[in-house]
Every structure is written in C-alpha cells, then in structure tokens.
C-alpha cells in the first residue's frame, strides 16, 4: 500500500525567505505526483503536477522536483509572501487512486 | 465557472440518521471522487468512479454507498451515521484520472 509522509508538519518562516517543503512516498511506482494548496474552511487547489518521466515543474515562484528512484519530491517556494500561508499537501497517482499526505501547514510572517 | 459544488457546506446528524452528500461538476469530468479528511491528517479516498455507471471502493468505503448515474453527478450517501464519520467530505473530479484534480469546498458533518 503507497504511503506518503511529509515533513516538516508545521513551517513558519519570515516573508522573503525562500523554503522547502518535502514529500516522501514508499511505492515508486507512480504515474505521477501533484502538489495541492488548501486555505482554511476550503478545498485543494491545484498547483504543480508533475508526470513520473519528468524531473521537475515550475510555476512563476514555484518549483517541483521529483526523484522517483528515491521515493522523494520537494517543493521550493522562493521569496515568500504571507499570501503563501496554506497548508501544501502532496499526493501520488498509483492506478486509478490519489494517495495523499498529511501536509504541511506554512505560516509566512510580516 | 462553477467547477465541483458541494451540498451542503454544513450539517449535523444524529446517530444512527442517514443522509446524501450532493456533488455536482460542469466539466464533463469522467472521473469523480469522494474524500474525507480528518483533522491532522491526509484525505482518504471513500469511493470513486470513472464513467456514469462505474464506480469502485477506496481506502475507508465502509459505511457509505455511492452511484452515478450521470456524469455530472456523484452523489454520497451515508446509510446509519456514526461518530466515526464526523469529518470534512471532499468531492472532486478529473479528465483523464491522471490529470489535476478539481476540488468542491467541502461539506462538513458532524454525528451527534
């Protein structure tokens, strides 16, 4: 059964810092891993995706890497904002089924 | 666009009551899903479906039932409710299946 587990649960940094958020999974094969934003009292929303054959995505200050082989995905976020502030979950495709993890609660400070 | 819509946003059950959670998406999606997410942790997959007609059971599908019997539609229906499932129930939809799924903002339950 895939699991998935990232660390750290709860990231609170200065505005402007860059950072990283991690993701680990233990069943390599994927058919791809996406990375989700979730605002309090909302839903996921869609940030990155990125296919099992690709090493990396990018969206404006956003990037994802993937490295199957390690069961490992990062996503950098650079020069943050307090708008960034959200907890970032990460998911696996395997077969027709998302796979989440518990996320990451960001906090970006002023 | 509307995207996923979820009803309702909020509701309390007694024990033991039975209810359906609506999901409806315009984006003539043929993959759709039901989550729940428990505070702290990641969603667990409940059912899901791949076509009108089609569904199949996730991770946590004890103690409710789905059916599709359009694509737009999926709804989730909780048949006895116990404590257990007091949660935050997520729908959301795809294309393809491998594809960025869409997100409704959820229907949050509570079993007295």
């Known amino acids: 059964k895939q699991e998935v587990t990232q660390i750290p649960a709860a990231l609170s940094v200065p505005e402007g810092e860059n950072l990283v958020l991690n993701c680990s999974f233990t069943?390599?094969?994927?058919?791809?891993l996406q990375w989700f934003r979730q605002d309090p009292g909302k839903g996921l929303t869609s940030l990155l995706l990125?296919?099992?054959?690709?090493r990396e995505q990018t969206s404006g200050r956003l990037n994802a890497s993937l490295d199957k082989s390690s069961g490992r995905s990062t996503l950098y976020i650079a020069a943050s904002q307090p708008g960034d502030s959200a907890t970032y979950l990460c998911?696996?495709?395997?077969?027709?089924?998302?796979?989440f993890g518990t996320g990451t609660s960001l906090t970006v400070i002023p | 666009n509307a995207g996923v819509t979820q009803t309702p946003k909020f509701r309390i059950l007694k024990i033991g009551q039975s209810m359906t959670l609506q999901c409806t998406q315009d984006?003539?999606?043929?993959?759709m899903y039901w989550y729940r997410q428990d505070p702290g942790m990641g969603l667990k997959l409940i059912y899901y479906?791949?076509?009108?007609?089609?569904?199949d059971k996730g991770e946590v599908p004890n103690g409710y039932n789905v059916s599709r019997s359009t694509t737009e539609d999926f709804p989730l229906r909780l048949e006895l409710a116990a404590p257990s499932q007091t949660s935050v129930y997520f729908c959301?939809?795809?294309?393809?299946?491998?594809?960025?799924?869409?997100f409704g903002d959820g229907t949050r339950l509570s079993i007295l």
């Open positions: 990125i296919q099992s054959s690709q």
């Open positions: 984006m003539n999606h043929n993959y």
């Open positions: 998911a696996v495709v395997t077969g027709n089924q998302f796979y």
């Open positions: 959301a939809s795809t294309e393809t299946g491998v594809q960025p799924q869409h």
């Open positions: 069943d390599s094969a994927i058919y791809n």
């Open positions: 479906s791949v076509g009108a007609g089609i569904t």
